[in-house]
């Protein structure tokens, strides 16, 4: 199937939400402190319990690379236990110079077996490229990031507009496989006007809600008549709601919490 | 020993030398071709034959993910047997939100035990500084890519200075432990000036000679002068150099050519 209509089909109508696989050791709760797998078997759980909710799931690969060997074995059979009908976002920011984006490709979407892996400008448009030759695989480019520092270049003003348009715009020139969304923030709401301009029908994956403090009811009033998917992320407000024995289902809880805030 | 002393020490005086250890599957001699840790074997033996010419090494790490665990246990091994004098440099030109930075910090300097990592700027300042924090480790910030599509974003004018100017600045901002230097490619000979005034004493890791086509022999010409200490990499033309049984003498010659094009 091909990346867009996988995409689609996860979201059905709305807005969809993305869980970000982002275990942090010290949060875990207390079951997973001795265990060898310890993210690959939290990260299983929450799949579980969050599942009815989720269209996607969003493994960051920082938080495995830390782990070295067993961090990247885990994060592998993370992405085989995730459903197959859920789109699996490889959050790694990759982007080099060609040949070295196309062995990145290869780990992301071969070796790691993701649907989507986001992507980062700077090294421009040949950097990109290999990563959106497969209509099965599609990228989400960073645009606009949560961060405080992304405004630091992203919106510097180069004739007048900012430098998250001129991404913007090189994604849409990238995209007639239709497998090229946009990251946006949802800490920036200011700047949403412009970027839905200048996306005209580019996929979005909005992180930034729950811990880093986006609102997500403003969000939906923000993409309301939007033409193209849309998911928004969560990761720690949702998989670590509780460090307590009732980890699963507080994660249940704020998955379906926040799935309501964002489809009213 | 922190990374300033460690890098001033591996390139005693003149422009260092630094081996990109990308090796590429269907280029390595016969005698790999089944070995189930051929990247690494193959990197010992290039690293055995090179470093009486090497200041650093250089890893891209695209070419050890695409093959998943495997590929970083070798990777990890590599780090491990380049002689502790030389610099390791990872090339994974990573950047993220701050707490995500911080990980792939953890992962580069903890698990794999680089010196140093490439950090891709687009998020801002708060997504390099956890690069920074410790004085053994360093970083070298992407300003000026050697690929063709570099141009795309890096050097589009904001109030008349290109983009990457406005990033040498904040590396200048980051670099009170002096770990800090910045990439700025081989290829693009008319930007120099303008860089080396920007850069002031930053340290410089220059790829793009060899296969994409930047002369040594010009970059010499440009740093003559600079203050600070300079890494130019070649990867392929030397680990490449041959795919026959003399591949390791063919590496060894190469690199040392490329030293005396390098130091006259």
Same mark, same amino acid.
């Given at each position: 199937?091909?990346?867009?209509?996988?995409?689609?089909?996860?979201?059905?109508?709305?807005?969809?939400?993305?869980?970000?696989?982002?275990?942090?050791?010290?949060?875990?709760?207390?079951?997973?402190?001795?265990?060898?797998?310890?993210?690959?078997?939290?990260?299983?759980?929450?799949?579980?319990?969050?599942?009815?909710?989720?269209?996607?799931?969003?493994?960051?690969?920082?938080?495995?690379?830390?782990?070295?060997?067993?961090?990247?074995?885990?994060?592998?059979?993370?992405?085989?236990?995730?459903?197959?009908?859920?789109?699996?976002?490889?959050?790694?920011?990759?982007?080099?110079?060609?040949?070295?984006?196309?062995?990145?490709?290869?780990?992301? *979407?071969?070796?790691?077996?993701?649907?989507?892996?986001?992507?980062?400008?700077?090294?421009?448009?040949?950097?990109?490229?290999? *990563?959106?030759?497969?209509?099965?695989?599609?990228?989400?480019?960073?645009?606009?990031?949560?961060?405080?520092?992304?405004?630091?270049?992203?919106?510097?003003?180069?004739?007048?507009?900012?430098?998250?348009?001129?991404?913007?715009?090189?994604?849409?020139?990238?995209?007639?496989?239709?497998?090229?969304?946009?990251?946006?923030?949802?800490?920036?709401?200011?700047?949403?006007?412009?970027?839905?301009?200048?996306?005209?029908?580019?996929?979005?994956?909005?992180?930034?809600?729950?811990?880093?403090?986006?609102?997500?009811?403003?969000?939906?009033?923000?993409?309301?008549?939007?033409?193209?998917?849309?998911?928004?992320?969560?990761?720690?407000?949702?998989?670590?709601?509780?460090?307590?024995?009732?980890?699963?289902?507080?994660?249940?809880?704020?998955?379906?919490?926040?799935?309501?805030?964002?489809?009213?």
């Amino acid at each position: 199937m091909n990346f867009s209509t996988k995409l689609l089909n996860s979201i059905n109508n709305g807005i969809g939400l993305c869980v970000g696989l982002d275990p942090i050791p010290d949060r875990l709760p207390e079951k997973f402190r001795n265990d060898s797998e310890s993210l690959y078997n939290f990260n299983c759980e929450i799949i579980e319990a969050t599942k009815e909710f989720a269209s996607a799931y969003k493994p960051n690969l920082a938080f495995y690379e830390r782990f070295g060997v067993s961090g990247w074995e885990q994060l592998r059979k993370t992405v085989k236990a995730i459903p197959s009908d859920k789109i699996v976002i490889l959050d790694a920011k990759r982007g080099d110079i060609g040949s070295t984006s196309e062995a990145y490709a290869g780990a992301a *979407f071969d070796s790691l077996g993701g649907d989507a892996i986001t992507v980062s400008p700077y090294l421009g448009r040949d950097s990109v490229e290999p *990563f959106v030759t497969r209509e099965q695989n599609g990228i989400f480019l960073l645009a606009v990031t949560s961060n405080p520092g992304g405004k630091d270049f992203q919106e510097l003003l180069i004739d007048g507009e900012p430098l998250y348009v001129y991404v913007i715009r090189m994604a849409r020139l990238l995209a007639s496989k239709r497998n090229v969304g946009l990251v946006v923030g949802a800490t920036k709401p200011s700047l949403w006007d412009n970027v839905l301009r200048e996306a005209v029908d580019l996929p979005l994956l909005i992180p930034g809600v729950g811990a880093q403090g986006g609102d997500p009811v403003e969000i939906r009033n923000i993409l309301s008549g939007y033409p193209a998917p849309a998911l928004v992320n969560s990761s720690r407000a949702i998989i670590h709601a509780s460090s307590g024995s009732d980890y699963a289902v507080a994660a249940r809880n704020a998955a379906a919490f926040l799935f309501d805030q964002l489809n009213g």
